[in-house]
């Protein structure tokens, strides 16, 4: 059946269903009674086990993240967060579940119905794809395909469809404004987001996430600092958080594309966003903190789980203490900033793998070293050219310009 | 058996949506049925052990080709009903059966094996035996990475020579109409 039974999670559950005869060794109870002539029953049996084990998973993932980033921003701001339901306000994000299920479900009446209800439904089912793929730890992960980088960054641009479409098929003004900035923005941050990790892949010398985690001897957040930096920063704008939170910035454009809907398609949409934090951080986790290595003392998941937790924190940490950029400066940002910094950073990477190409402990530190100073002259020299003048001559110039005042 | 089932699948789905964007009045839906036998035509890319062909149809067509068609349908007239009064419904119509009966009489004329066994015998192979294995296709995309960079190199970068030429054509129209503005 290729190559997902490599996964020891699937492969041991699938042996202790199908009586194959290369199963007896993973075998440890003999329960199996399903003949190898029907194994394609076990193999979707065993599938949709792990499928609902990944998407239950997934759901009780992003009530634990509601709970946390909710606490979390409450500690920045000074303040309680959330605390009257269950210890430590720990039932806030279920009861806020059940409400949005019991809500009234509203539908426009110059909506075009079809494209309101699937718009929903494509931003939150690719999200739960990245999942599977994403090895938790050396032995835990369900499949490894080979083209796994490729295939994050072709699930996570199948949003900013959606996104058009929910705009669209609202029939309101502001919805469609939302879609089309959301898909502006989100179709220029994935371009430095697929650089930098084109970063990854000449590092690792493999497109499957697997290979990517076994070649970080150092990790790739300290290896390359330049592709680090420009992936989280696009991945960010990519969830639609804050500081790039424009397409339901509340104060411009009422709720951007998500303006006329209510009910769980809203919870669909909401759903949607916080999985692919969760998700994107896994994903950062993967590429740039070495996934699941780290001294073996204590098991492989732990550490993944630990990693995944920090990063998930920086993402709240980014909501609570950044303002919100305008969109001319998100724009700005995009294509005068990351696209050249992830340009230079794949550049420098390339040189340098092309001189060393499999390097050893001392090569490795003076690349670590070279890649640091390219980071720290290439941000300093951008920061120079693109902060707005301090005087305020220029902003007020160039505002004049395009009518932005 | 299976693999047989899910390939019927998903045909099914694919011949539907293609049959949807043709029959639907409204516009805006036909941009987003593209969008969905994209995703399809993926699926197929999956099923033949190019994954790495279907990842780029994912990235490429469903993530920016189908949202720029969707964005630019947003400028029809009469988005809800444009496909009655189409004036080269004919026209289109007889491009697009001339093109069907091209390509089908491609497709069945064409020596599908000998061409793949050419091409695996002539290009220096990356596996031990690779006009039979197996293996070939589950290592397809290291294949095909190593193809690009070695005999297909001068193909390789004429395309993405053509891809920056065209940008750069876009850019300069874009200017030269911003500058007949300003005027």
Redesign the interface.
């Given at each position: 059946m290729?190559?997902i039974r490599d996964s020891f999670i699937f492969e041991f559950l699938y042996c202790h269903l199908s009586l194959e005869a290369s199963c007896s060794s993973v075998r440890i109870i003999n329960i199996a009674f399903i003949p190898e002539s029907l194994s394609?029953i076990s193999?979707?049996l065993t599938a949709f086990f792990w499928i609902f084990v990944f998407v239950n998973a997934a759901l009780i993932g992003v009530l634990a993240l509601i709970w946390g980033e909710r606490r979390l921003i409450g500690k920045f701001q000074a303040r309680l967060g959330p605390n009257r339901w269950g210890p430590l306000g720990l039932f806030t994000p279920v009861a806020d579940a059940i409400k949005v299920m019991f809500k009234e479900d509203i539908e426009p009446t110059l909506s075009?119905k079809?494209?309101y209800v699937?718009a929903p439904i494509l931003m939150v089912v690719p999200v739960f794809m990245i999942f599977p793929i994403i090895p938790y730890g050396t032995k835990t992960f369900l499949t490894n395909?080979?083209?796994g980088v490729?295939?994050v960054?072709?699930?996570t641009?199948?949003n900013?469809?959606s996104v058009?479409?929910a705009g669209?098929a609202s029939g309101n003004r502001f919805a469609?404004i939302g879609g089309?900035r959301a898909?502006a923005m989100l179709?220029s941050y994935?371009i430095p987001m697929g650089i930098s990790a084109a970063g990854v892949v000449i590092v690792a010398g493999s497109?499957s996430l697997s290979g990517v985690v076994n070649s970080q001897v150092i990790p790739n957040a300290i290896f390359q600092p330049l592709g680090f930096i420009t992936f989280l920063i696009a991945s960010t704008a990519e969830l639609n958080r804050s500081p790039f939170d424009i397409t339901e910035a509340e104060s411009e454009l009422v709720a951007g594309y998500m303006t006329d809907y209510s009910s769980m398609k809203f919870g669909l949409f909401y759903l949607g966003e916080f999985m692919a934090t969760i998700a994107s951080s896994a994903i950062i986790v993967t590429f740039y903190f070495s996934g699941w290595r780290g001294p073996s003392f204590i098991p492989s998941e732990i550490w993944f789980l630990t990693k995944w937790i920090g990063v998930i924190a920086i993402f709240i940490w980014f909501r609570a203490t950044f303002p919100r950029l305008r969109i001319d400066q998100i724009m700005s940002l995009a294509w005068k900033g990351l696209f050249e910094l992830s340009l230079i950073n794949v550049l420098v990477l390339a040189l340098m793998i092309a001189i060393w190409p499999d390097p050893t402990g001392i090569q490795l530190l003076i690349m670590t070293v070279i890649n640091w100073i390219v980071f720290l002259v290439s941000v300093y020299i951008f920061g120079k050219i693109l902060s707005p003048n301090l005087t305020g001559n220029k902003i007020k110039k160039r505002s004049v310009i395009y009518g932005l005042d | 058996m299976f693999i047989d089932a899910i390939f019927y699948l998903v045909s099914i789905l694919l011949i539907s949506n293609s049959l949807l964007i043709l029959f639907s009045k409204n516009v805006y839906r036909s941009a987003v049925f593209l969008a969905f036998s994209m995703l399809c035509f993926a699926a197929m890319y999956f099923m033949l052990s190019a994954e790495f062909i279907g990842v780029i149809q994912i990235l490429v067509y469903v993530g920016a080709v189908s949202v720029l068609i969707a964005l630019s349908v947003m400028l029809v007239k009469d988005i809800e009903k444009s496909t009655d009064n189409n004036r080269l419904l004919y026209y289109s119509a007889a491009i697009g059966l001339i093109f069907l009966i091209l390509i089908s009489f491609f497709i069945i004329n064409f020596k599908w094996n000998e061409f793949s066994s050419s091409i695996l015998n002539n290009s220096n192979c990356l596996l031990s035996n690779c006009g039979t294995d197996p293996a070939i296709l589950i290592e397809s995309t290291n294949w095909l990475g190593k193809l690009i960079t070695t005999d297909f190199m001068v193909a390789f970068q004429l395309s993405g020579l053509i891809l920056l030429a065209s940008l750069i054509g876009a850019l300069a129209l874009l200017r030269l109409r911003m500058n007949n503005d300003s005027k």
């Open positions: 290729g190559p394609w193999f979707s075009d079809l494209i699937l395909i080979s083209v490729v295939f960054l072709a699930i641009s199948i900013s469809l058009l479409m669209w469609i089309i898909v179709l994935e497109l | -």
